[in-house]
Every structure is written in C-alpha cells, then in structure tokens.
C-alpha cells in the first residue's frame, strides 16, 4: 500500500519570503510519481508541480520547487517570493503512474501581507 | 477545453433519499476518477474508469456506491438510501492514460450535505 503524510497542518509565511512544506511518503513501487496539488478556498484542485521518481534533478516551476530525497522518502515543496494568491490547502499526492492518486491530510498555508 | 465540469456543484439531501452526480471529464481524456473528500482530509479514491470500463473500486465504496460511463465520456455517481456520513465533496479528475503526461485534472466537486 502507498501511504504520504503531511505533518504540518497549517502554515504560515509573511508575503515574499520562503516557505518549505514538508511530505514523506511510503510505496513499495519502483516507477512512481509524486505531486503537490493546490486547493484554494473553494475553488478546484490544481496541480502545481510533479516528480518522476526515476529523475534525479528536482523539479522546479517558477516559484515552485521540490527537494526529492529518494533514500529518505522525502518530497518537500518550497514556494519563493510568497504572494497572497498562493494561500491555499496544499496536498501532496503519490501514484504508479495512470492510477488512482494517493493523498495526504494537506497543509493550510496562510500568507501574512 | 473547457476543463471537467460537475453537476450539481451543491445537493442537499434528506438520509435515505438517492442522489446521483455527474461528470464530464476533458473530452479527450480516457480515464475518469471519482474521489471522495471530507473536511480537513485530503481526497480518498473511491473508483475509476478507462474509457468505460470500471477498472477498480475502493473498498470506501459501499455497496450502497454504484458508478458508471456508459458511452465512455461522461460518468455518473449515485448514493442510494444516503447515510449522514456520506456528507463531503465528491470529486472527478480525468487524465490520459499514455503520452508520459499522467496528469489529472479535477473539476470544482459536488458538495453532498444529508440531513
């Protein structure tokens, strides 16, 4: 069974700075994928930035960007230059691929102007 | 594109009444997911569709849970003889299934309140 866990059910940041959100995870697969997926107040479920598991370079997007510890079955989400749209649920998710995600509780991200 | 859309996006029901919901996924996606959220939780995979064949169903999904995609496009989710705690989101992600681009892609979920 794939199991994430997200430890920090809220968070906050002041406007600008940097914030980390942590994510480990369990799989026993070989080939996986992992995400983090963003749910505004409200609004629907986005996704903001995955990794294959087989590359070794983290991704990045724009202010978005994970540190991917394999061995330690870690996937951590930094957002640069924190702005007040970026105040959301973040979820981090796990999949084989084309197959049914798994996710964790979220963590509530707050940003403070 | 117009995304995946749901239908209705709000439904309050009475315990014991049937409710069912409805999703259109991109046009183009063949696979169709159904999730299930419940407040301060992330979503939970209730069963999922490639074209329409249903290709697994959680075990969340009780016998009292039936969906279908008959022509492989849209999919409908019914809930017979509703439970109080059937109340969350019920959500519908779509993707397509080769490419590498294993996206998923959610629509805005159906708010279920039973009373």
């Known amino acids: 069974a794939q199991t994430v866990t997200q430890s920090q059910p809220e968070m906050s940041v002041q406007e600008a700075e940097t914030v980390t959100l942590s994510c480990t995870y369990d799989?026993?697969?070989?080939?996986?994928?992992l995400f983090w997926y963003k749910q505004p107040p409200s609004r629907q479920m986005i996704l903001v930035i995955r990794?294959?598991?087989?590359?070794?370079q983290n991704a990045t997007e724009n202010r978005f960007s994970v540190n991917f510890q394999k061995a330690a079955k870690s996937f951590s989400l930094k957002i640069s230059d924190s702005q007040l749209g970026d105040a959301a649920m973040y979820f981090c998710?796990?999949?084989?691929?084309?197959?049914?995600?798994?996710f964790g509780k979220g963590t509530r991200l707050s940003v403070i102007a | 594109d117009t995304g995946v859309s749901q239908d209705p996006r709000h439904k309050i029901t009475k315990r014991g009444q049937n409710v069912t919901f409805r999703c259109d996924p991109i046009s183009e996606h063949n696979r169709l997911y159904w999730y299930r959220q419940t407040l301060g939780q992330g979503p939970e995979f209730l069963t999922y569709f490639q074209n329409e064949a249903q290709l697994e169903k959680s075990r969340l999904l009780s016998d009292r849970f039936s969906a279908e995609r008959p022509k492989g496009s849209f999919s409908t989710l019914e809930i017979q003889r509703t439970e109080q705690g059937d109340s969350a989101m019920y959500l519908c992600a779509s993707s397509f299934s080769s490419g590498g681009n294993y996206e998923q892609y959610f629509g805005p979920g159906t708010r279920l309140t039973v009373t």
């Open positions: 990794q294959e598991a087989y590359k070794q």
């Open positions: 799989t026993s697969e070989s080939d996986y994928y």
């Open positions: 998710a796990l999949n084989s691929g084309n197959t049914p995600l798994v």
